[in-house]
């Protein structure tokens, strides 16, 4: 199962919003609404942010959203804080074979 | 708190093995789906294995199967990954994650540091 594409980075000054895109296929996104998104900033463990496409789990800001359309899932952070430069990775099911598989991971720079 | 912290990481030559264990606390250990996860030192994320909450249904990643083995010890609060036949490759962080319902990981170990080198 190969990995779900991320571009590989991302920029944007603190106030604006970026979206990270997250583009897989009909066997992964496409055919099944457990798709998260994961914050890791260097030397520390991953941070979920977005699970179920568009959920924020409890203390993550609602400047973090999500959303899928057909096999490609989007992270859009709006109002961009200097904290939030960072690594994300999205995820998603992938059927019975292999069935979890990450992006490659994006690398957001907050100029 | 909601806790895992992961041991047994270290230096091990090519063909060798290792034992690495995720301790859990703050949480009811038996009613939650695990995995592990690695990253390769500069990369990002790999699944590599899960195993369901009572330890029955077992998954695992092309690049481990036939090599790596999950298991779990709910009354010890206890998750396991028997590494063996290690290669170069296999050089990366170590991380366990609790899975959810909706087939996220929302807590994550720090991470042990396996590496393969002669």
């Known amino acids: 199962q190969s990995a779900l594409t991320q571009p590989r980075s991302v920029s944007g000054s603190p106030g604006q919003s970026v979206t990270i895109s997250c583009t897989g296929t009909?066997?992964?996104?496409?055919?099944?609404?457990?798709v998260s998104w994961y914050q890791q900033h260097p030397g520390k463990a991953p941070k979920l942010v977005i699970y179920?496409?568009?959920k924020r789990p409890s203390g993550v800001p609602d400047r973090f959203s999500g959303s899928k359309s057909g096999n490609t899932a989007s992270l859009t952070i709006s109002g961009l804080q200097v904290e939030d430069e960072a690594d994300y990775y999205c995820?998603?099911?992938?059927?019975?074979?292999?069935?979890?598989?990450f992006g490659g991971g994006t690398r957001l720079t907050v100029l | 708190q909601v806790q895992l912290v992961e041991s047994g990481g270290g230096l091990v030559k090519p063909g060798g093995s290792l034992r690495l264990s995720c301790a859990a606390s703050?949480?009811?250990?038996?009613?939650?789906?695990m995995s592990w996860i690695r990253q390769a030192p500069g990369k990002g994320l790999e699944w590599v294995s899960y195993?369901?909450?009572?330890?029955?249904?077992?998954y695992y990643a092309d690049s481990v199967k036939g090599r790596f083995t999950v298991s779990r010890d709910n009354a010890k609060n206890s998750l396991f990954l028997q590494v063996n036949s290690l290669r170069g490759e296999d050089t990366a962080v170590y991380f366990c994650?609790?899975?959810?319902?909706?087939?996220?990981?929302?807590?994550w170990g720090q991470g042990t540091m396996v590496t393969v080198s002669s």
């Open positions: 009909s066997s992964d996104i496409g055919g099944y609404n457990f």
């Open positions: 994650a609790r899975m959810t319902t909706d087939d996220a990981f929302d807590i």
């Open positions: 195993i369901s909450s009572s330890g029955t249904i077992k």
């Open positions: 703050g949480f009811t250990f038996s009613d939650y789906y």
């Open positions: 179920n496409v568009s």
């Open positions: 995820y998603s099911h992938a059927g019975a074979y292999t069935p979890w598989v």
